[in-house]
């Protein structure tokens, strides 16, 4: 009995100090950023889309300065599969992704040198509507 | 004994299943849930009702982005420019502490980028007081960001410390029903950061800074929309007063566009998105001489 009692509570311990769905998050997608100065993060957490429905994303506004180069990277938690991509939008033209669909490559990140000051949109999905728990980064290159 | 194992058990069990990360969809997490209001297009939203302050747009100020320009230019680190520490006394309403927390916030990006260690501490401690008078101080780890900044070893971590500190405050405000203080904290970012680049402007006329103070026309239309929600309160009337004064001051300033398709390059393995729409800024002297002097009266009936 004691013995079943030991090997539960350090799985518990273990499940919970190897969980990355969190504020860890953050530090672990800002250590990726390359040096690039932090400016905001963006928590995603998202359910997986049924197949026949519209993949669910997240949306932020954000301001992005005229004359200044961004980098926007994700990170994803290690216990969720879903692969995260970070867009980049104006209006509905999009700008900038973390993703290639054309030659279906994960990036990770992409720069911008914006040029206009103005409001953007990023949104943060899960390729293929898988369900998934990431944070993405805005940093300005210094 | 086997009766509290198996209590014990069973309490390990649950705890571990609702520590699960595998998500269901009427799971809630504090960290990492999306309001649904995130999930629609706000395009179209005319005015910002309180319900919907969460969708306000961010990044709107940020302690770090006019410091980078103003280093970029070459200027000289200039003390004179900050804002006094000496002054909090005089700070006894909410309203004021929460604007003079962004100014300190602003002032403290403007030091973290020059690291000026000296100072830092005494900003830290300014900051602290702030934040723990409205409520937020459990959001700064102080003890780690003066460590840092005594030792003037590892800059970035303590920049990165202070910016994500005001991260985490804002989206604990505006999760609480505060979005009122976290609104006057952003201002006070914006007021300090417009005060910064319009007195370098006046001394070095460098077309970049000039070109950002013309594109803040933009900025400040989106924070006299988000003021107007606070029109009942005399305290945020009389600064929404004060700042549209400065948008009608604003109005001769032109801006337009030339479109372009954006290009995208990869080098190093990092893709680069280079943005050819260009703003194309018409601003006068004049103009500019008038911005300058409405931003410092309101940032004087600020800090003063």
């Known amino acids: 009995m004691k013995k079943i009692f030991f090997i539960l509570t350090m799985i518990f311990f273990v499940t919970l100090s190897f969980s990355q769905c969190n504020e860890k998050l953050i530090d672990i997608a800002v250590s990726q950023n390359r040096g690039a100065t932090y400016l905001k993060d963006f928590k995603v957490k998202l359910p997986a889309t049924p197949k026949n429905k ?12 005229g004359g200044n180069h961004y980098r926007f990277n994700i990170s994803k938690a290690k216990e969720f599969n879903g ?5 980049l939008y104006e209006g509905s033209k999009l700008l900038g992704t973390s993703y290639l669909t054309s030659k279906q490559k994960d990036y990770k990140m992409f720069d911008f040198l914006c040029q206009k000051t103005g409001t953007y949109k990023i949104f943060i999905s899960f390729k293929d509507g898988a369900s998934g728990c990431a944070a993405g980064i805005l940093s300005l290159v210094n | 004994m086997r009766k509290i194992s198996f209590l014990l058990i069973g309490f390990f069990i649950v705890l571990a299943f609702s520590c699960n990360n595998k ?18 297009e706000t395009d179209s939203v005319p005015e910002i009702s309180s319900k919907s302050m969460d969708d306000l747009v961010q990044n709107i100020s940020s302690p770090i982005e006019m410091a980078a320009l103003i280093k970029a230019t070459g200027s000289k680190f200039s003390p004179e420019l900050l804002a006094s520490t000496k002054n909090l006394d005089k700070y006894n309403t909410s309203f004021k502490k929460s604007l003079n927390l962004g100014i300190l916030g602003a002032d403290l990006g403007y030091l ?47 920049t990165y410390l202070s910016v994500h500190s005001f991260n985490k405050i804002d989206k604990y405000l505006r999760d609480n029903h505060r979005s009122n203080i976290s609104v006057l904290i952003i201002v006070g970012v914006w007021i300090e950061g417009m005060y910064f680049t319009t007195q370098i402007n006046d001394q070095v006329k460098i077309k970049d800074i000039s070109d950002r103070i013309a594109e803040q026309k933009i900025i400040l239309n989106n924070i006299v929309l988000i003021l107007k929600n606070y029109k ?50 018409t601003i006068t002297e004049k103009d500019m001489e008038n911005i300058k002097n409405q931003i410092a009266e309101i940032r004087y009936n600020i800090v003063n």
Do not use: C, H, M
């Not at chain 2, 969809?25 to 629609?40: G, K, V």
């Not at chain 2, 401690?125 to 700064?140: H, N, R």
């Open chain 1, 54 to 65: 519209p993949r669910a994303i997240a949306k932020f506004q954000i301001v992005l300065n």
């Open chain 1, 83 to 87: 692969i995260p991509i970070i867009q």
């Open chain 2, 23 to 40: 998500p269901n969809p009427a799971e809630t997490n504090d960290d990492f849930d999306i309001p649904d209001s995130l999930l629609q």
């Open chain 2, 112 to 158: 973290n980028l020059y690291s000026q260690n000296r100072f830092i501490v005494d900003y830290l401690t300014a900051i602290k007081s702030l934040a723990e008078d409205i409520k937020v101080g459990q959001f700064f780890d102080f003890k780690t960001l003066k460590e840092l900044a005594s030792s003037g070893e590892n800059l970035d971590s303590l």
């Open chain 2, 232 to 281: 009942g309160d005399s305290e945020f009337q009389n600064l929404l007063n004060q700042l549209t004064k400065l948008k009608e001051i604003y109005e001769p300033v032109e801006i337009t566009y030339e479109v372009g398709e954006p290009k995208t390059v990869e080098q190093d393995g990092i893709l680069t998105v280079v943005q050819n729409e260009k703003s194309i800024i």
